[in-house]
């Protein structure tokens, strides 16, 4: 190491104690404003503007700095974040209690996902008191170390968004008298540990938790090695250091590697972006906690065998406005074709329409057995605060347009609208049919890693939800560039999961669906394929949400039933977009058909986008139609960009740069502020448990 780099690297240090510093003052004086919050049960817990207040003045700050503004947002999003939670601990501590010990049961060992739960956990809830985490072989061996006062608490998984219901766990819940009294999510993020000096070329054989090698399947099979099950991923990571085989590897977090001085020879090597698994703390009994803080309350029950008795219950829970997030059944071994449910219901069991709701379900059920209502920490993000804001009057006097009067065609049996009711899209975390107008950005095609990349920063500073580019890319030209296929899709996956953007890509023939769908968070129907009906039908059998572009001549009927096909196989997540038709026009290169989104919203609940740049053809064109088509009411835009438009392979008449972005965006946001809608990930009076989103900065 060179005498500059040694210097640089010890300024690096000093600066990084000095944050470390900061943070912690940071959270001492959150601690106070909760003490301040505790003392006056009327203030509330969230202030959403003094935090969009201070979300905009370090987007200021950081781009008077030169630095990325998607980079100090995430940052905000997090420090934010650890403060609310901070804050929540204060609300329910005794200003005069003193430390004492506390003792956690827990399936696995140290470093597994169940013991940095806790650690997260308990960092928040209960600061200050020493935790001694007890490890146990099985989920029972856990609880029963609760059971027999040998722990205070045990933390079990319940649920993960890839493998699901933790069945076991359910069933200990049933036959014990404890409770639910708090919760925890932690994303999974496996990686690849070796022994020191090991490098992927020597790898022969993987060691982990089954699930967590199923979840990895893809990986593992390209790099060619025997999968071995262990009891889980920390005890894969242990017995390797104990082996000290070189040719062993194991599937495990980053931080057991690292605890265990093992190399991390591959990072992101799950087969899906996003893993969560949600955690249950269970103790011996309820436990109190401020009325001001979201809730959920988890219920045991069996129903009367009789017609429409479970209905029924789910009848009382709507009727009183009650969001019910989860409903499984279990059968009675003792009773057979009878059923136990286990729910899961946003609100308290005590007060509120929750507790009318449960009193009114008692005479239905043979049981009804609360589990617990505890603090709601998963999947908070659209409504951290349990109070709904209230329309104004203003909002009260706008009404929708009357819809066209068009005959229905009754071949259109899952695209048309029957009512009112419009259906919501997923992406990812992203949402297509809200009030959120969704911009769609990135270049034509993926042409190198660092083109793609450099255009994933550049979008997500200014606002994008999801990033597009093409790998497999249809051209009328065969000499034009055709993309780069398969290789394209990895690397777009990388960058979006770089820059937290959910991806769509263009999928050509029917045998590569399987395998984008797998990358891709959206798949695309180009303007060339939308009546490739053996596309359509196989885009209908796969779970991924498909944005199908209207054909260059096809009518609105035609772009419909082009819907219907991919709805009629099962797939109901399609988003439509208009991105021009031809005309005898010429001055651009296809005619944008604006009075297409109003007709297809009165024709159909599927959400409509708008494609400016395919339709112009001509960068100067791009914004003026992005806005008319907010002005008619599309749900969003999908729009061309490059980092570097003048060596782009395809189409750089059309592709925006940074600035156009940024002029684009802020000449968006009056026109969508008038119609009430809004391109933020959350609107703007409305809170998210992860920070401020810095779209737009």
């Keep these: 190491m060179t005498p500059k780099l040694r210097s640089i690297r010890t300024e690096i240090d000093k600066i990084d104690e000095e944050l470390v510093r900061l943070l912690a003052e940071r959270m001492d004086a959150i601690r106070a404003i909760g003490a301040c919050k505790r003392d006056d049960k009327d203030a509330a817990i969230l202030d959403a503007p003094r935090e969009r207040a201070v979300a905009e003045a370090w987007a200021k700050e950081a781009e008077a700095r030169g630095v990325s503004g998607y980079f100090v ?77 040998d722990a205070d608490y045990v933390l079990l998984p319940v649920e993960n968004t890839i493998a699901g219901t933790i069945n076991e766990v359910y069933s200990l819940l049933n036959e014990h008298p404890v409770a639910i009294v708090d919760e925890e999510a932690w994303e999974v993020e496996h990686v690849l540990a070796g ?16 699930v967590a090698l199923q979840q990895c399947h893809r990986f593992l099979d390209e790099l060619g090695c025997v999968a071995e099950a262990a009891a889980d991923t920390a005890a894969a990571a242990h ?36 893993n969560l698994t949600r955690f249950i703390l269970i103790g011996h009994k309820p436990e109190p906690f401020d009325d001001r803080l979201p809730a959920r309350t988890s ?50 069991a005590d007060q509120g329409p929750l507790a009318d709701a449960l009193e009114a379900m008692r005479p239905l059920t043979n049981r009804l057995q609360i ?56 992406v990812g975390p992203v949402e297509i049919g809200t009030s959120r107008f969704v911009l769609i950005a990135g270049p034509c095609a993926v042409e190198s890693r660092k083109q793609i990349f450099d255009a994933a920063a550049m979008v997500k500073d200014r606002g994008a939800a999801i990033l597009r580019g093409g790998a497999f890319k249809p051209r009328t030209s065969p000499y034009s560039f055709q ?59 796969v779970q991924r949400p498909v944005l199908l572009k209207r054909g260059m001549s096809a009518t609105i009927e035609e772009l419909l039933l082009a819907a219907e096909y991919i709805m009629a196989g099962g ?40 494609d400016p740049s395919h339709a112009a053809g001509r960068k100067d064109l791009v914004a003026p139609l992005a806005l008319a088509a907010a002005a008619v009411g599309a749900d969003g835009v999908i729009v061309e960009c490059h980092p570097r438009p003048e060596e782009a392979l395809c189409d750089k008449e059309q592709a925006l740069v940074g600035d156009d972005l940024d002029r684009l965006v802020q000449a968006l946001r009056p026109i969508l502020e008038s119609q009430q809608r809004h391109m933020d990930s959350k609107a703007p009076n409305e809170p998210d448990d992860g920070g401020p989103c810095f779209n737009g900065f």
Excluded at 111 to 119: F, K, M, V
């Design 371 to 426: 589990l617990g209502t505890y603090p709601r920490r998963v999947g908070v993000a659209n409504d951290a605060v349990p109070m709904a804001t209230p329309r104004t009057a203003q909002e009260e006097k706008i009404e929708e347009p009357a819809a066209p009067v068009c005959k229905p065609n009754l071949n259109l049996k899952n695209v048309a609208r029957h009512d009112d009711t419009r259906t919501v899209v997923r």
């Design 483 to 541: 993309g780069l296929g398969h290789e394209g899709v990895e690397i777009m996956q990388e960058a979006g999961r770089a820059y937290e953007l959910p991806i769509v890509t263009e999928v050509v023939r029917p045998e590569d669906v399987d395998q984008v769908a797998v990358l891709a968070d959206m798949l695309q129907v180009g303007a060339r394929n939308m009546q490739n009906f053996g596309l359509l039908s196989k885009l209908g059998t």
């Design 195 to 210: 022994l020191p000096g090991a490098s992927l070329e020597q790898i022969r054989t993987v060691r982990s938790q089954a």
């Design 239 to 274: 017995d390797l250091k104990a082996e000290g085989d070189p040719t062993v590897a194991a599937v495990c977090s980053e931080e057991a590697a690292r605890d265990l001085g093992l190399d991390v020879l591959k990072r992101g090597i799950s087969d899906q972006r996003i």
């Design 299 to 348: 219920i045991l029950l069996s129903v009367n065998h009789r017609h429409g008795a479970l209905a029924q219950c789910m009848q009382e829970l709507a009727e009183r406005g009650c969001n019910l997030s989860k409903l499984e059944s279990r059968p009675l071994p003792e009773a057979p074709w009878e059923y136990l449910f286990y729910m899961d219901v946003e609100g308290r």
């Design 571 to 610: 797939n109901h997540r399609v988003v439509l977009c208009e991105r021009g038709i031809r005309t005898f026009e010429t001055s651009t290169r296809n005619t944008l058909d604006l009075s297409a989104i109003p007709v297809l919203k009165s024709r159909t609940h599927l959400p409509v986008i708008v």
């Design 73 to 149: 947002g995430r940052v905000l999003r997090e420090v934010l974040n650890w403060s609310r939670r901070n804050q929540e601990a204060t609300l329910g501590r005794d200003a005069e209690a003193t430390p004492k010990r506390l003792r956690i049961a827990f399936q696995g060992t140290s470093g597994s996902y169940s013991e940095l739960t806790i650690r997260k956990l308990f960092q928040i809830r209960m600061p200050g008191e020493e935790v001694t985490r007890l490890g146990r072989h099985t989920f029972k061996d856990a609880m029963a170390a609760l059971l027999a006062g």
